[in-house]
């Protein structure tokens, strides 16, 4: 029944996939370049299921295409007609998830570095398998620090164990790859390799490319208050006639789901570049521009930099349309201006103190020197000299030694609070100033609050003069207060939310709420 669902959705894959999936079959590792829109995402995961593979898991660099993909695949991979059946597909991010123990799992490829690094059961010797599990590292192209340290661990774990080779499949995608991460595989001895590249697939419908047009109507910016700005100078321009839809990642999944459903005019940064299928999508107007953060060294600080964005990126772009009708694609920069072919890896210029510690702390106990021998690409010398240097500073290593300090392990002991940083303050609440349970709920809400603007929607009775994080401790001791003073049973988010006044940052506290309890 699988194979007919595929069959009938007719995703340009489809006509290579008897190829694609033999080579599967016969090498541990492949590597898939193929045109946007293809079916990479949605299209092979139910293959691989109808394979026999026994679970596929599935990384997106976002929360929202793990939801979305995944409503796409159980929708189009009816397998039972009863309603009740259980879904072909479910979704895990960080404190949110939903069918999670489903063959074909959509996760954040930060969800999956955690299992990685930290979960020592995630797949051993022991791990029952009647053909194999499926690892697919989708979105490649982003090079996000996630992305490149789940790479690092993927070819440790095949370099280091041999036995897990007869127990998975790697699958790593996109429609435009660094030659880096193909030669990171092809280099492990024993492992066996393959490619497979389409770049020519063609899209179902047509698309149409326009340079430099007279009006000036912006789809993807570069930075989030771009895009609300630009919502509300359409607003204001049309006198409200015509409305654009901000698309972001602090949304909620059902804010984002309603606006998909409704909307015809969206304003984006990043979120709308990769993986995710708009329904009558037409028109995309694309600055060409893009905000990296770069840790500078020297100042000992992130710069925001504005830059070019690469090819590789314009391409993805590009390839939102044509997936559901002929589309037309309107470029306000200069096309003859000669781009990077590829955006340069997070790894390589963030700041990796957090990073470096989190592995030190992990099953691993090893840093970014040890793992470094297992990316595509390096982080220079310099920066990891930095970062050994800073943590002996902080007195959390020894000098001249990989071991924790006396302070080091107490802050090992600690549960992940998003950052290093993060974690030192918890610890000197918790040591020095008997605030540990405030700093505690402050971490859960502040580890999944990606932008400030919710602040403004707060209710006024809960705002402080003493700031903004006293204003979201008021916000968690209000929400707590509640939840512990009710079974638990009888305790509904939604009901509380709507009547405090929160109901716009509903989804924030849900996931606060899952991370307090885990710490």
Same mark, same amino acid.
């Not at 999936?21 to 541990?28: P, S, V």
């Not at 123990?101 to 490829?109: E, F, N, P, Q, S």
């Not at 010797?125 to 499926?134: D, P």
């Given at each position: 029944m699988v194979y007919y669902c595929c069959f009938t959705i007719q995703l340009p894959l489809y006509k290579s996939s008897i190829k694609l999936?033999?080579?599967?079959?016969?090498?541990?590792v492949i590597t898939i370049s193929t045109s946007t829109g293809s079916g990479k995402s949605s299209l092979l995961p139910a293959l691989l299921l109808a394979e026999g593979y026994d679970k596929v898991f599935v990384t997106q660099p976002r929360r929202l295409p793990c939801r979305l993909i995944c409503d796409r695949a159980n929708k189009t991979m009816i397998t039972d007609k009863n309603p009740n059946a259980e879904k072909i597909a479910g979704w895990a991010v960080?404190?949110?998830?939903?069918?999670?123990?489903? $063959?074909? %799992? #959509?996760?954040?490829?930060?969800l999956l570095k955690? &299992?990685?690094?930290?979960?020592?059961?995630?797949?051993?010797?022991?791990?029952?398998?009647?053909?194999?599990?499926?690892?697919?590292?989708?979105?490649v192209h982003e090079r996000s620090v996630n992305i490149d340290l789940c790479l690092a661990l993927i070819a440790r774990m095949l370099t280091n164990n041999r036995v897990l080779l007869s127990k998975i499949k790697v699958i790593i995608s996109s429609a435009t790859l660094h030659p880096s991460v193909p030669k990171l595989f092809q280099n492990i001895k024993h492992v066996k390799f393959s490619e497979f590249t389409d770049t020519n697939m063609p899209a179902l419908h047509s698309v149409e490319r326009f340079s430099r047009p007279k009006e000036?109507?912006?789809?993807?910016? $570069?930075? %989030? #208050?771009?895009?609300?700005?630009?919502?509300?100078? &359409?607003?204001?321009?049309?006198?409200?006639t015509i409305v654009g839809y901000p698309l972001v990642q602090s949304q909620s999944s059902s804010t984002q789901k309603k606006y998909?459903?409704?909307?015809?005019?969206?304003?984006?940064?990043?979120?709308?570049?990769?993986?995710?299928?708009?329904?009558?999508?037409?028109?995309?107007?694309?600055?060409?521009?893009?905000n990296v953060p770069i840790f500078d060294i020297g100042d000992r600080r992130m710069i925001l930099k504005e830059v070019p964005a690469a090819e590789s990126t314009i391409k993805q772009r590009y390839g939102r349309l044509g997936r559901t009708q002929p589309g037309e694609y309107y470029a306000l920069y200069d096309p003859e201006h000669k781009k990077k072919q590829f955006p340069i890896p997070q790894i390589c210029q963030s700041d990796l103190i957090s990073i470096e510690f989190s592995l030190r702390k992990s099953p691993l106990k090893n840093g970014l020197d040890y793992l470094k021998q297992f990316l595509p690409e390096q982080?220079?010398?310099?920066?990891?000299?930095?970062?050994?240097?800073?943590?002996?500073?902080?007195?959390?290593i020894k000098k001249n030694s990989n071991e924790f300090t006396t302070y080091g392990k107490l802050l090992a002991k600690l549960p992940d609070f998003?950052?290093?940083?993060?974690?030192?303050?918890?610890?000197?609440?918790?040591?020095?100033?008997?605030?540990?349970?405030d700093i505690i709920c402050l971490a859960s809400i502040l580890s999944v609050l990606n932008t400030t603007n919710l602040l403004k929607q707060i209710?006024?009775?809960?705002?402080?003069?003493?700031?903004?994080?006293?204003?979201?401790?008021?916000v968690m001791n209000e929400i707590l207060l509640i939840k512990q003073s009710v079974r638990r049973q009888l305790f509904n988010l939604e009901r509380v939310c709507e009547a405090k006044g929160l109901s716009h940052i509903k989804h924030i506290i849900g996931q606060a709420l899952s991370r307090y309890n885990t710490y």
């Open positions: 999936l033999e080579q599967i079959q016969m090498n541990t960080s404190g949110d998830g939903q069918n999670s123990r489903a $063959k074909i %799992l #959509y996760l954040t490829d930060g955690e &299992l990685l690094l930290n979960d020592e059961n995630f797949i051993t010797n022991h791990t029952l398998a009647n053909k194999s599990i499926v690892i697919f590292v989708d979105e000036n109507i912006i789809n993807i910016v $570069k930075e %989030l #208050y771009k895009v609300n700005q630009c919502c509300r100078l &359409l607003a204001e321009v049309s006198q409200k998909l459903q409704k909307g015809s005019v969206f304003f984006s940064t990043t979120v709308a570049e990769t993986s995710l299928t708009f329904p009558s999508l037409k028109y995309v107007v694309d600055t060409g521009m893009i982080p220079t010398s310099a920066a990891i000299y930095y970062t050994t240097q800073e943590l002996v500073r902080m007195q959390i998003g950052s290093l940083p993060m974690t030192r303050c918890v610890l000197a609440a918790l040591r020095t100033y008997t605030c540990g349970r209710p006024q009775r809960f705002k402080s003069s003493d700031g903004d994080f006293m204003t979201l401790l008021n």
